[in-house]
């Protein structure tokens, strides 16, 4: 046990992080916020800090990958974010195009699977296309999920699961004395994560302390991270902290510590 033990300089506290290889969070979720603050602490254009932030994607899903996370779900674009100025609007869509050019090579080197949850029919169509190739030139990779979420809303998810199960109880498909939790499961967009659609470990940047319409549903017994740093000032050892964080946890779903 005791040579599986990783350690880590944290940039906060400077204390050693002490990790348990034995026990990585199966799915981590991280809702990548402070972009904007990011580069306005610096004068520089906010889309400064979206292309910053673009720079710590490719980082922490090298790393994430590299400790034996199945999963990583990154908050893109949210079905709310369209509020914003359409400029800013427009570079974040150029955003996957751009880092999808440069990083699928990366991705089927370390065996990274791209997935994406979210109504992608309304982004661009330069966009729609550079994630479907990405998830296309990944579909044999067996490593870790990639989940982007891309105009991805919790409560819009919700609401279209609703209506496929209704209409599937109206059509005498689907008996409603057999609706349950499952079934509730396998309409979310997160079915396509298998077993690993709850994450264990829900990461958000910049210091707001809320959820923002992500994965409602499957947060229900997530360990919830805050940390202040900006999304592009997140790193390898930030990770690692909040992993280190999560495994002073005791999850008890509910039920009794030891039992
Ligand atoms: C997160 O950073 C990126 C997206 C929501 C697309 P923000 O753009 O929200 O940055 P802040 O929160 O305004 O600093
Ligand atoms: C959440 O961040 C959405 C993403 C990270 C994509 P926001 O910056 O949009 O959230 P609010 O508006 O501060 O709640
Ligand atoms: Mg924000």
Redesign the pocket.
């Known amino acids: 046990m005791e040579e599986r033990l990783v350690f880590s300089k944290s940039k906060d506290d400077k204390t050693n992080q002490q990790i348990d290889m034995e026990r990585i969070p199966n799915h981590i979720a991280i809702?990548?916020?402070g972009n904007g603050r990011w580069a306005q602490k610096r004068h520089l254009p906010r889309v400064a800090g979206h292309k910053q932030g673009m720079q710590t994607v490719k980082k922490i899903t090298i790393a994430a990958s590299e400790l034996g996370v199945k999963v990583l779900s990154l908050?893109?674009?949210?079905t709310?974010?369209w509020k914003r100025p359409s400029s800013e609007v427009s570079y974040l869509m150029q955003l996957p195009v751009r880092f999808f050019s440069t990083f699928v090579p990366d991705l089927i080197k370390h065996n990274v699977k791209v997935m994406v949850m979210g109504d992608i029919t309304q982004l661009p169509e330069a966009t729609q296309e550079a994630v479907q190739n990405a998830i296309k030139d990944t579909a044999d990779c067996n490593g870790m999920i990639l989940n982007f979420a891309l105009n991805y809303g919790s409560r819009d998810e919700i609401t279209q699961a609703t209506k496929q199960i209704v209409a599937e109880v109206k059509a005498g498909k689907l008996n409603i004395d057999d609706v349950d939790e499952d079934t509730i499961n396998n309409h979310l967009m997160s079915k396509q994560l298998g077993e690993f659609a709850d994450p264990d470990l829900l990461i958000r940047t910049s210091g707001?302390e809320?959820i923002?319409n992500f994965m409602l549903w499957q947060i229900a017994y997530s360990e919830l991270e805050f940390v202040s740093e900006h999304w592009p000032d997140f790193d390898g050892e930030s990770l690692k902290k909040a992993i280190a964080s999560f495994q002073r946890r005791h999850r008890r779903f509910g039920g009794l510590q030891n039992q």
């Open positions: 809702i990548m916020d908050y893109a674009f949210s709310e974010n707001e809320r923002s």
